[in-house]
């Protein structure tokens, strides 16, 4: 779990995030959507520790992030998966190589068993026959998936996704959604996905932060998105009026 209280983030005068509380649970997918520029990124990036917060908390399991030391922050970001938008593979690498380069990082495990864990994770995402191949050789759904075993290869507690549905098709993003979504109930992940994709918010979206300006718009699941009187949520998520026809019609 990861509770945010009452956080504020700026850019010398400029206020990004605006007293910003919220809770993510774990074993559930969490969504942050948001307009371009409403502070989706910052809040992830603030999460994650690679922006200070201006005031506020947050807390992982009851752990203040803000409040720890260097070498404390350290050791919880090793309990953290991150997709990335693009998968951001080695080219050098294999697919088994990619899978293993956290486990050759951070694990003091025999090389046989950090090899191990790679395949078992690549088998996990469908992947395994794929291990000996380059990132350049497989689809951008095969390297999204790949990015998926890497970021579970450490058995993380918290796992943060950046549009991982960003420049596939709409077929290959189901199976993403499914994935990340299988994955979260399995472990008990608290999984984090900051995205644009409307269809994720109708698939998988347990809880979902709608951001505004960089201030708490809206908060709900799937299920009440679409009875939701806030005008600012309906512009963004119906879009279109076709859009709101066939949701309306898909959750008869």
Known sequence: MIQINHLCKSFADKEVLKDISTMFEAGKTNLIIG?????????????????????GEILYDGRNFAAMSKHEQTMLRRE??????????????????????PLDMFSAESYARRQKR????LDRVGLLDAR?????????GMQKRVAIARAISM?????????????LDPKTSLVIDELIHSITCEYGTTTII??????????IGEHI????????????????????????????????DLLKKAFLENNQ
């Open 35 to 55: 307009q371009s520029g409403s502070g989706k990124t910052v809040l992830v990036k603030t999460l994650v520790g690679l922006f200070a917060p201006t005031s």
């Open 118 to 121: 790679a395949e078992f994770c």
């Open 194 to 203: 900051n995205t644009h994709d409307m269809n994720s918010v109708m698939g």
């Open 80 to 101: 953290m998966g991150m997709i990335f938008q693009a998968a951001a593979l080695f080219d050098s690498m294999s697919v088994l190589e990619n899978v293993m380069f």
């Open 155 to 167: 058995n993380p507690k918290y796992l943060f996704c950046d549009e991982p549905n960003s420049g």
């Open 209 to 240: 932060l709608y951001i505004y300006e960089g201030r708490t718009e809206w908060e709900g699941t799937k299920d009440e998105v679409l009875s939701a009187h806030n005008q600012r949520l309906n512009d963004f998520i119906f879009a279109s």
């Open 132 to 140: 000996h191949k380059a990132p350049g050789e497989i689809s951008g």
